[in-house]
């Protein structure tokens, strides 16, 4: 499946986002698949195959110090509240004013942030684990 996905990358005012999308149409909902914590885009990789499968588009990013996406030692960039913002940086790059959010775990922690603090970003929002 990693082949079908689009590696991207988001400058926010801390660093670099990398994040991996499949789009399969642009007026097809979008679902935002966020993992957990040591973890990377990859736990949704066999996911992203089924939703395109039905026709879903779906970003996974790799959330700050993961993955592709910088690290830095500053403690206080790994907040869940400020990991929002890189969330909210990615959407308005890919011109999706709100999607549907699966959180697992750590990631699960960040959506609920998302949907309290930017309701208008989070149609749904779903939480594993």
């Not at 642009?26 to 914590?37: A, M, S, Y």
Request: proline share 4%; aromatic share 8%; net charge positive.
């Amino acid at each position: 499946m990693e082949s079908n996905l689009e590696k991207k990358f988001v400058e926010t005012a801390h660093g670099k986002i990398c994040y991996f999308s499949h789009i399969v149409s642009p007026d097809k909902p979008t679902v935002l698949l966020l993992h957990g914590l040591s973890s990377n885009h990859s736990t949704w990789e066999g996911m992203m195959g089924k939703f395109a499968e039905a026709g879903i588009n779906t970003i996974a990013p790799d959330l700050r110090g993961h993955g592709f996406s910088d690290k830095t030692r500053r403690r206080s960039l790994y907040a869940i509240s400020k990991a929002k913002y890189d969330l909210e940086a990615i959407l308005k790059q890919e011109n999706i004013p709100s999607t549907h959010v699966v959180g697992y775990s750590w990631g699960g922690f960040i959506g609920m942030d998302m949907a309290i603090t930017m309701p208008s970003r989070v149609k749904t929002l779903v939480l594993v684990s």
